[in-house]
């Protein structure tokens, strides 16, 4: 339920094809990721499991023509997770349809809130 003190938002989720879709939960693993060099610490910063992350990260993978996220193991020289160039872009690339998404409904979303009770 909104609360009266929140600001009118979009949640947008790409469906890039049947089966596969790319939203803000998905976005905001890959900046995690990219913040912290790590799955699992994305995924704690999301209070996600380290298998659900990594559903995630493969999903994400799979779906794309390249891998967005690179991983190394963990070990005695310790695992990692990068983006790679092709996350980077679907990331940056997200959050210009999001940012001009929010642009173009910005008056109706407020709109609709001075409508609410």
């Keep these: 339920m909104a609360r009266a003190d929140r600001q009118p ?3 947008l989720r790409v ?3 049947k089966g596969s879709a790319f939203g803000p939960g998905k976005a905001e ?3 995690h990721i990219r913040d912290t060099g790590s799955i699992a610490a994305a ?3 999301m209070k996600m499991s380290y ?4 559903g995630l990260v493969e999903a ?3 779906d794309f023509a390249a891998p967005l996220v690179h991983s190394a193991k963990g070990g005695a020289e310790r695992g990692g997770a990068v983006l790679t160039a092709l996350g980077a872009e679907v990331l940056q690339r997200y959050r210009r349809m999001q940012s ?3 642009r173009a409904t910005a008056s109706d979303l407020h709109a609709l809130r001075r409508k609410l009770r």
């Design 60 to 62: 994400m993978n799979h």
């Design 15 to 17: 469906i890039l094809r």
């Design 100 to 102: 001009a998404s929010m």
């Design 29 to 31: 693993l890959l900046e």
């Design 43 to 45: 995924g704690r910063r």
């Design 51 to 54: 298998t659900r992350a990594w």
């Design 9 to 11: 938002a979009l949640s």
